[in-house]
C-alpha cells in the first residue's frame, strides 16, 4: 500500500493534507511533516483544519500555513491525515463528493472507519501509536531529507500521542524511532517545553478545579466536569484542558475516566481514557457517535451541565 500512495503522490502537482477538526499534537504535527516532504519534491502542498489550532501548537514550525478553508476541487491529491471518520474533517460531504472524481489518500491509525470505505488508498494502522509513524514512512520512501524541523513535527506527534512516552501504546519501536528523530536534532526539550511544561495561570486554576471535583463510584469509573461558566471566571478555553483527562486517569484503581466539558455552544464534550487492557472505551465512545482509539477516545452531546453544588452534578440532555 505504501507503493500506491509513493506513486500517487510523485504523479500529483497540488496535494490538500486535510486534518481533524479539534486538532491535536498528532493531527497538525504530522500533516506539516508531510507537507514539508512533499514541498521538497516541488508539490504545491496546503493545509486545511475546520478548527482554530490550539496556542499550544504555535512553536511548531510551519503552523502559519495552515488554513480554515479551500477549495478541494483544485487539487489533484486529498490526503486526510489523523481522521477518525470523515465527519471529523470538517467538510463530510465536500469529502465524500471529491472521492467521487479525484484521488484522496486517507493517512490513520485509528480503527476502520468510513473514511476507509470512499478512500482511494488507504495507508492506515492501527497498531501504531501515532500517525506520525505512518508519516514517517511515507517521508522515508519519499527520498525526502529529513531535516530538523520535520523530524521536531514526526517527534511531536508521537510525543503528544503517547502522552509524553507514558501511555501504554508507548513500546520499543517508539522509543527507537524517537531516538532517530532525535539523531535528525528533533527538538524534544522544545516539544516538553511548549506542550507539557508551559501553562498559563487560567489553565492551572482550571485544572485545579477539574482535579478537585474528581468523583470514582464502586465501578471505579472516575468523572470530573467543567462548565463554560469556569471557563469564563478563569478567563481560559477547551484548550487549556488539554492533558488534564491523563492527570485525573491516574486516580488509583481507575478503570476509566471520562471529563465533561460544557462548550458553551449547547455541546458538551467528554474526553476517556484507561490504562486497562480488557475495557475498550472507543466502543463507548462510538455510542455516542464519537470514536476514537481503545484507550483514549471521546464524544460530543447536545446538552448542558447542572451544577448542583451540595447535591452534586448532572447532564441535561434536554437542551
Known amino acids: 500500500m505504501l507503493e500506491r500512495v509513493i506513486g500517487a503522490l510523485n504523479k500529483a502537482s497540488s496535494i490538500l493534507t486535510l486534518f481533524h477538526e479539534s486538532p491535536d499534537g498528532d493531527a497538525v504535527a504530522s500533516s506539516l511533516a508531510l507537507g514539508m516532504a512533499l514541498e521538497q519534491k516541488k508539490k504545491k502542498v496546503d493545509y486545511i483544519c475546520r478548527d482554530p489550532i490550539p496556542k499550544v501548537f504555535s512553536f511548531l514550525p510551519g503552523i502559519e500555513k495552515i488554513r480554515k478553508d479551500c477549495l478541494l476541487g483544485d487539487y489533484d491529491i486529498v490526503c486526510t491525515v489523523d ?49 506520525a509513524e505512518l508519516v514517517f514512512e511515507i517521508i522515508k520512501a519519499l527520498n525526502a531529507k529529513m531535516n530538523r524541523d520535520m523530524a521536531t513535527l514526526v517527534l511531536t506527534g508521537l510525543y503528544t500521542d503517547t502522552g509524553g512516552f507514558q501511555h501504554s501504546n508507548t513500546c520499543p519501536r ?113 455510542l455516542f457517535g464519537g470514536g476514537g482509539h481503545k484507550k483514549a477516545a471521546g464524544f460530543t452531546l447536545k446538552g448542558r451541565i447542572i451544577d448542583g453544588k451540595k447535591s452534586g452534578w448532572s447532564i441535561d440532555l434536554t437542551s
Open 83 to 131: 481522521c477518525g471518520d470523515v465527519r471529523r474533517t470538517g467538510f463530510a460531504e465536500r469529502v465524500k463528493e471529491y472521492s467521487k472524481h479525484r484521488t484522496l489518500i486517507n493517512i490513520d491509525h485509528h480503527l476502520k472507519n468510513d473514511l476507509h470505505k470512499i478512500a482511494t488508498i488507504n495507508f492506515t494502522n492501527d497498531k501504531v501509536a501515532a500517525s
Open 174 to 286: 517508539v522509543y527507537a524511532l524517537a531516538s532517530r528523530l532525535m539523531s535528525y536534532g528533533a527538538r524534544l526539550n522544545k516539544i516538553s517545553q511548549n506542550i507539557a511544561l508551559n501553562k498559563r495561570l487560567s489553565c492551572l486554576k482550571l485544572w485545579g478545579l477539574a482535579l478537585s471535583r474528581i468523583k470514582k463510584n464502586s465501578y471505579g469509573i472516575v468523572t470530573s466536569y467543567v462548565t463554560s461558566a469556569d471557563f469564563e471566571k478563569f478567563g481560559a478555553n477547551l484548550d487549556d484542558l488539554a492533558g488534564v483527562v491523563n492527570i485525573i486517569n491516574s486516580t488509583p484503581n481507575a478503570k476509566a475516566t471520562i471529563l465533561f466539558a460544557e462548550q458553551g455552544d449547547g455541546t458538551i464534550k467528554a474526553s476517556i481514557r484507561t490504562e486497562s487492557n480488557v475495557i475498550d472505551i472507543c466502543k463507548i465512545a462510538r
